[in-house]
């Protein structure tokens, strides 16, 4: 079955960085677009970034456009959001997506697979 496993959240200061990664089994990484998205207690999941399947094109939320990157490195089956210039209002379970298809998604609709999420915690 397919596996997404998140790492590298934790608690940084305002204005640091933390780069997350999300390591995938269980069917050819490379055939699916990835993506993150975050969710704060008593909101909804929300869409943070997305890759295509050759990584040659990718889709932000304007909330993080600027600061955050999403990559992917397909040898290793990964996934890899670096986040900088990091906000309090970033804080949130940061959860690893991987998308029905080879295309760009924006909503959870397009979503396959979730990883189990994994904190990070920005303080002021």
């Known amino acids: 079955q397919v596996r997404l496993v998140e790492s590298g959240g934790g608690l940084v200061q305002v204005g640091g960085s933390l780069r997350l990664s999300c390591a995938a089994s269980?069917?050819?990484?490379?055939?699916?677009?990835m993506g993150w998205f975050r969710q704060t207690p008593g909101m909804e999941r929300e869409f943070v970034a997305a890759i295509s399947v050759s990584g040659g094109s990718t889709n932000y939320a304007d909330s993080v456009k600027g600061r955050f990157t999403i990559s992917r490195d397909n040898a290793k089956n990964t996934a890899y959001l670096q986040m900088n210039s990091l906000k309090p209002e970033d804080t949130a379970v940061y959860y690893c997506a991987q998308g029905k298809t080879q295309w760009l998604f924006t909503t959870s609709r397009a979503v396959d697979y979730w990883g189990q999420g994994t904190q990070v915690s920005v303080s002021s």
């Open positions: 269980g069917r050819t990484f490379s055939n699916y677009a």
